[in-house]
């Protein structure tokens, strides 16, 4: 299978990241063709004030690529911005799709109210989906990880390949999303995670960083004292544990001791740390090893790959259309 996927452009990696991550390199090692990109096109249509942070990030996220273990001999890493073919696919896929279409997307409408802050009118902002359509269509993927609030971009994806195929010619296989079974991590008070509430954990924590969020988490607040009992449920701990420990005796220690009281968040919290620090040393030191110049050779030599694959592509969609020039 031809899998490809994507991160904006827009900061830094976080832990929700990693999990993601997680699952790419899964997809990789499985012995898939993946193709992992940068889009820091879709940036500039929230960020157009803020193209050096697109620039920067571009660089810190192929890091946290590398540094989770994506690895540029399996997989083609490359960034959005320099595979022109995207722009031009863009260009003629929003000719196959109504202004309507678009505004009924709900993710466009429910971010151009919560992100009143930021200039959203922009005709960029509207079709971003059909860049997204361009990303993956122009890489023929047959499947696209991504998290549930993207579906309704993957549903419009195979519409404009069904769309294009039929009036033009079977270029286009209909892409299949894989939603991600990983559940949404809250920041470390229990909120949505957002720099504006500091409750973040980064991709590059060390051993005392990441102890300094643990231990204060907010937990379950019907536990005032030691010995009242609590709901894993109600309680952002859990959640990370879910994610980070897998173990299903630990996992059991923990339900059963905090719903009777037999454990204190202090101890369930020790537990956690021990296991987030397995999973993500790895993780740290290889992002700490790997420069700025590793970060561009890949980045080129992904450039080079992703290049040849879109320019193909680009070939048989003139041709379908009549664009022989
Ligand atoms: N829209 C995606 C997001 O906000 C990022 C993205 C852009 C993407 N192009 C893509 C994801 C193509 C998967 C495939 O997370
Ligand atoms: Fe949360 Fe663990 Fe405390 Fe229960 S014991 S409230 S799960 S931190």
């Given at each position: 299978m031809r899998i490809l996927s994507g991160m904006r452009a827009t900061g830094k990696l976080h832990l929700g990241h990693v999990l993601v991550l997680e699952d790419w390199k899964k997809l990789q090692d499985e012995g898939n063709e993946t193709f992992f990109f940068v889009a820091d096109w879709h940036a500039l249509t929230t960020h157009k004030e803020e193209s050096y942070i697109i620039y920067k990030s571009t660089l810190d996220i192929v890091r946290g690529y590398l540094a989770a273990g994506i690895d540029p001999n399996k997989s083609t890493i490359f960034v959005q911005?320099?595979?022109?073919e995207h722009a031009e696919l863009y260009l003629l896929f929003n000719m196959l799709i109504s202004v309507s279409r678009l505004e009924r997307i709900p993710t466009y409408k429910e971010l151009k109210e919560n992100l009143s802050?930021?200039?959203?009118?922009?005709a960029g902002f509207l079709t971003y989906p059909v860049l997204q359509t361009a990303d993956i269509l122009i890489y023929k993927a047959n499947a696209v990880p991504v998290g549930e609030d993207q579906l309704y971009h993957i549903e419009l994806s195979r519409e404009i390949a069904r769309k294009f195929n039929n009036l033009?010619?079977?270029?286009f296989p209909e892409p299949d999303p894989i939603v991600t079974r990983i559940p949404k991590l809250p920041g470390t008070d229990g909120r949505k995670m957002s720099k504006s509430y500091g409750n973040i954990i980064m991709i590059d924590e060390n051993s005392d960083s990441l102890k300094k969020k643990i231990m204060p988490m907010m937990t379950d607040?019907?536990?005032?004292?030691?010995t009242d009992p609590g709901n894993p449920e109600k309680c952002p701990v859990w959640d990370y544990h879910k994610a980070f420990t897998f173990d299903q005796n630990e996992l059991n220690w923990v339900v059963n001791g905090c719903k009777s009281a037999e454990i204190g968040c202090v101890q369930c919290k020790k537990l956690l740390l021990k296991n987030m620090e397995n999973r993500l040393k790895p993780i740290w030191e290889n992002y700490s090893k790997i420069s700025d110049e590793d970060v561009l050779n890949v980045i080129h030599e992904g450039n080079k790959k992703a290049s040849e694959v879109a320019k193909k592509t680009l070939e048989e969609v003139r041709e379908a259309m009549n664009l022989r020039w």
């Open positions: 911005s320099a595979i022109k802050n930021r200039d959203l009118s922009t033009y010619k079977e270029v607040p019907a536990r005032m004292r030691r």
